[in-house]
C-alpha cells in the first residue's frame, strides 16, 4: 500500500514593500511508511495537517527574497524535510500568479501564460524536476495546413492547404540538472516564434519541429512534451468578393488534442 496527501492552492505573494512581488500557487503532497498508521489505524501521531503545511508555505515566503519559482520549490521541499524527517518524499508543484510591473511601484495582474514547475524531493536531495509554459493561446492567420489526411466513409472534414490555426499549448521540459536551467521565458519565445514562422502540415508537424528547436537552441533541456488543442475558430460567413476574408465565432467542443514527447538522443 502507498499513501500520499497534502494541500493545494496554497497562495502566496511576498513583496518587500518596495518594488519587489513574487506571486504563485503551490501545491505540496508528502508520502511515507510513517503515514501508514493514520490510513489503517486512525492513529495521526504522524500526520503533519494540511493546515500546518500551508503555514509553513507562507513562512518559507517571508524568507525568500529570489525570483526563481523552481528556487522557491526547492527551499519549501528542503526545508519542509528538514523539518519533518519521517517524510520519505515530497512532491512540490508550483505555478506562477502572473503580474505585469507597470512603474516602479505598481503592478497589473495578467491572464496570460504562465511559468509552472514541479520537483520531487527525497531526503538525499532533489529526485526529479520538470518546468513549463501554460495556457498559451496561439493565433496565426496563415502559414497552416491539414491536408491528404486518410479518409473514409466516416470523414467530412473538407481539405485546407492554408488556414487560420489558433491552439492552446502547454510546454514542459526537463533539464540535465536543476542547476544549469533555462528560463521559462526563453522556451516560450522560441516557442511563438517557431509558431510564426514554420509553415505547417498539421499541428503534428508544427509540435515536433517546436521541439526540434527548443532541444537544438538549449543544450540543457533533454526532454519537451507539449500538449495542444485545436481551437480553430468556426466559420460563420464568408465574402463572396474575396473568400480570404471570413468571420469566425468560438467553436463547439469536442476539440482536437495532439501531443508529443521528444527526448535528447
Same mark, same amino acid.
Given at each position: 500500500?502507498?499513501? &500520499?496527501?497534502?494541500?493545494?492552492?496554497?497562495?502566496?505573494?511576498?513583496?518587500?514593500?518596495?518594488?519587489?512581488?513574487?506571486?504563485?500557487?503551490?501545491?505540496?503532497?508528502?508520502?511515507?511508511?510513517?503515514?501508514?498508521?493514520?490510513?489503517?489505524?486512525?492513529?495521526?501521531?504522524?500526520?503533519?495537517?494540511?493546515?500546518?503545511?500551508?503555514?509553513?508555505?507562507?513562512?518559507?515566503?517571508?524568507?525568500?527574497?529570489?525570483?526563481?519559482?523552481? +528556487?522557491?520549490?526547492?527551499?519549501?521541499?528542503?526545508?519542509?524535510?528538514? $523539518?519533518?524527517?519521517?517524510?520519505?518524499?515530497? $512532491?512540490?508543484?508550483?505555478?506562477?500568479?502572473?503580474?505585469?510591473?507597470? #512603474?516602479?511601484?505598481?503592478?497589473?495582474?495578467?491572464?496570460?501564460?504562465? +511559468?509552472?514547475?514541479?520537483?520531487?524531493?527525497?531526503?538525499?536531495? *532533489?529526485?526529479? %524536476?520538470?518546468?513549463?509554459?501554460?495556457?498559451? &493561446?496561439? *493565433?496565426?492567420?496563415?502559414? #497552416?495546413?491539414?491536408? +491528404?489526411?486518410?479518409?473514409?466513409?466516416?470523414?467530412?472534414?473538407?481539405?485546407?492547404?492554408?488556414?487560420?490555426?489558433?491552439?492552446?499549448?502547454?510546454?514542459?521540459?526537463? %533539464?540535465?540538472?536543476?542547476?544549469?536551467?533555462?528560463?521559462?521565458?526563453?522556451?516560450?519565445?522560441?516557442? #511563438?516564434?517557431?509558431?510564426?514562422?514554420?509553415?505547417?502540415?498539421?499541428?503534428?508537424?508544427?509540435?515536433?519541429?517546436?521541439?526540434?528547436?527548443?532541444?537544438?537552441?538549449?543544450?540543457?533541456?533533454?526532454?519537451?512534451?507539449?500538449?495542444?488543442?485545436?481551437?480553430?475558430?468556426?466559420?460563420?460567413?464568408? #465574402?463572396?468578393?474575396?473568400?480570404? *476574408?471570413?468571420?469566425?465565432?468560438?467553436?463547439?467542443?469536442?476539440?482536437?488534442? *495532439?501531443?508529443?514527447?521528444?527526448?535528447?538522443?
Amino acid at each position: 500500500m502507498s499513501v &500520499h496527501y497534502g494541500k493545494a492552492g496554497v497562495r502566496v505573494y511576498r513583496t518587500d514593500g518596495q518594488r519587489t512581488l513574487f506571486a504563485a500557487e503551490v501545491r505540496l503532497d508528502v508520502s511515507g511508511s510513517g503515514f501508514l498508521p493514520a490510513y489503517t489505524r486512525g492513529d495521526n501521531s504522524m500526520i503533519v495537517p494540511t493546515d500546518t503545511m500551508n503555514n509553513f508555505v507562507q513562512a518559507v515566503a517571508l524568507e525568500y527574497d529570489g525570483a526563481s519559482l523552481e +528556487e522557491f520549490l526547492a527551499e519549501v521541499g528542503r526545508r519542509f524535510l528538514l $523539518t519533518y524527517p519521517h517524510v520519505e518524499h515530497l $512532491t512540490a508543484q508550483g505555478r506562477q500568479v502572473p503580474f505585469g510591473r507597470e #512603474s516602479e511601484v505598481l503592478f497589473q495582474r495578467l491572464h496570460d501564460d504562465y +511559468e509552472v514547475a514541479e520537483l520531487v524531493l527525497g531526503q538525499e536531495g *532533489i529526485r526529479s %524536476h520538470r518546468c513549463g509554459r501554460e495556457a498559451l &493561446h496561439l *493565433i496565426k492567420i496563415t502559414g #497552416s495546413a491539414f491536408a +491528404e489526411f486518410l479518409r473514409d466513409e466516416y470523414t467530412t472534414l473538407p481539405e485546407a492547404r492554408d488556414r487560420p490555426l489558433f491552439i492552446h499549448l502547454n510546454a514542459y521540459w526537463r %533539464h540535465r540538472t536543476f542547476v544549469e536551467r533555462v528560463a521559462s521565458r526563453a522556451v516560450r519565445d522560441l516557442i #511563438s516564434e517557431t509558431f510564426t514562422a514554420f509553415v505547417s502540415r498539421s499541428i503534428q508537424h508544427l509540435l515536433h519541429e517546436m521541439a526540434q528547436r527548443v532541444l537544438g537552441r538549449f543544450p540543457p533541456i533533454v526532454e519537451v512534451a507539449l500538449e495542444a488543442e485545436n481551437r480553430l475558430w468556426d466559420t460563420a460567413c464568408a #465574402s463572396e468578393r474575396d473568400p480570404r *476574408i471570413k468571420v469566425y465565432r468560438d467553436p463547439r467542443p469536442p476539440y482536437g488534442v *495532439i501531443g508529443l514527447t521528444l527526448r535528447r538522443a
